[in-house]
């Protein structure tokens, strides 16, 4: 295969979501995997509603997910070239004047409805004559672009969906430019889609139709049309589909929520495929999962506590040289042996933070038994300590009270960490060292 340009095209009239995060890693990893290009287009020719701030969130969030495109593009800076496509498809008698207000079309389509027909446009604007045009604009009409479709069975190898094909008779032309001279979606992503020589589309399968029409207009304006492959939305376990209104699934959010972002990827890229959702640390790893012949064609389901139990995993197997930086920036850096002692008890990294206090104190010790936790206390092993010091400790304890399990470990627990639960003791307690733990055992703040 030649090297793969492929793009990922959110609008940026909000922040994007898990959702949306699936289609932008089929691609970037697809891309990477093959040695290819990612590019990051911004559908922003709706410059009301598009933002710079949300273009800018989303390339943080891309970033942030591990896979920052290799080009940036934004619609609203390459009018021109849709101009030309738009003046060449006129040219061609493609693309053709329509002056129906929104009022006369609705009117229509409920007359359409009302007798059984579809609702698709009747061309009436193609039989206007000249004059009728002249009249039309004198009386201050302004007119909108439709094109005009070749009725057919739309054909396709889709890359996910396999063959594929869409029966164009059975849809309105689409209209391509507003009346107010503004694009609709549809033609500014193909004019780039050729001019950035993009191999691969792959997004949402709510675009599937959208690809008959557009495959239509790729041949009007004398291109190739590149490959086409519609992946399975995510949904909600109740099989709502995911929109910006889920804010709290949008990917800012669930950074801010202390998410890492490879559990985020993994569930968006692995859901809904032949491949069971697993917690994957490496791109690369994920990107070799990718199989588009092997993607549900039903909706992929996903549930939201899923992300929370692969961060867990994740976060079990992270190595200290990965989270390094981190812990330092949250002054909780306790080196190594930290890191490994306490990583099986958080479901978040951020939680580190906690446990660092547990170890350098002060805590407020919780003494249940007085007389038990002195008499532990005095058979405290001499320094240094290290990860035997528990067991030589706890025998010890055991062989001089006869108070064994859990009513031997509990008081010594509650005493050391002021905690029911937490990491092995065997790990903590040479980290916490002898001077606090003295003191802890003796009730004091430390
Ligand atoms: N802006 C479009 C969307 O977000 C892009 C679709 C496409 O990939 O062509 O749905």
Redesign the pocket.
């Known amino acids: 295969m030649s090297k793969p340009i492929v793009?990922?095209?959110?609008?940026p009239t909000g922040r994007i979501h898990i959702g949306?995060a699936r289609?932008a890693l089929m691609n970037a990893l697809f891309a990477r995997r093959e040695g290819g290009v990612f590019v990051l287009r911004f559908?922003d020719t709706d410059l009301a509603r598009s933002k710079r701030e949300y273009a800018d969130s989303i390339e943080v969030d891309l970033a942030w997910l591990g896979i920052p495109p290799d080009m940036v593009v934004r619609q609203s800076e390459r009018f021109e070239i849709y101009d030309d496509a738009v003046a060449r498809l006129r040219d061609m008698g493609r693309l053709y004047a329509c002056y129906e207000t929104a009022e006369e079309l609705e009117f229509r389509r409920k007359r359409q409805l009302a007798r059984g027909l579809p609702p698709i446009y009747d061309r009436a604007a193609l039989k206007l004559s000249p004059d009728e045009k002249v009249q039309l604009e004198a009386e201050g009409r302004r007119p909108h672009w439709r094109f005009r479709l070749d009725h057919r069975n739309e054909v396709w190898h889709d890359l996910v969906r396999g063959p594929s094909h869409v029966d164009t008779s059975s849809l309105s032309d689409p209209i391509l430019v507003r009346e107010d001279g503004t694009y609709l979606?549809t033609l500014p992503?193909i004019v780039d889609?050729i001019d950035l020589k993009i191999t691969h589309?792959?997004?949402?399968e709510?675009?599937v139709t959208?690809t008959a029409v557009q495959i239509q207009i790729f041949e009007a304006l004398g291109a190739k049309v590149p490959i086409f492959g519609h992946i399975n939305l995510l949904t909600t376990t109740s099989g709502e589909g995911l929109s910006k209104r889920l804010g709290h699934l949008s990917l800012t959010s669930l950074r801010e929520a202390g998410l890492e972002p490879q559990a985020v990827a993994s569930l968006a890229v692995l859901v809904g495929s032949a491949e069971s959702v697993r917690a994957v640390a490496d791109l690369d790893e994920l990107a070799r999962l990718i199989d588009f012949d092997h993607i549900s064609r039903s909706p992929a389901k996903f549930d939201e506590n899923e992300l929370y139990n692969l961060n867990a995993r994740l976060i079990h197997d992270m190595s200290y040289e990965a989270v390094k930086t981190r812990l330092a920036a949250m002054d909780a850096d306790g080196g190594e042996a930290f890191w490994l002692a306490i990583r099986g008890n958080l479901a978040k990294v951020v939680d580190a933070a906690g446990w660092w206090v547990v170890v350098r104190g002060p805590i407020t010790p919780v003494i249940v038994d007085r007389a038990f936790v002195d008499a532990a206390c005095n058979l405290l092993p001499p320094a240094p300590w290290d990860t035997t010091t528990w067991k030589t400790w706890t025998e010890a304890v055991k062989e001089a009270t006869g108070i064994k399990g859990k009513a031997l470990f509990m008081p010594l627990r509650l005493a050391l960490t002021g905690m029911e639960h937490g990491p092995e003791l065997a790990a903590l307690l040479p980290l916490i060292g002898p001077e606090r733990a003295r003191a802890r055992l003796s009730g004091k703040a430390a």
Not at 201 to 204: L, S, T, Y
């Open positions: 793009r990922f095209a959110p609008s949306n289609p559908d979606y992503s889609d589309v792959i997004r949402g709510d675009h959208n």
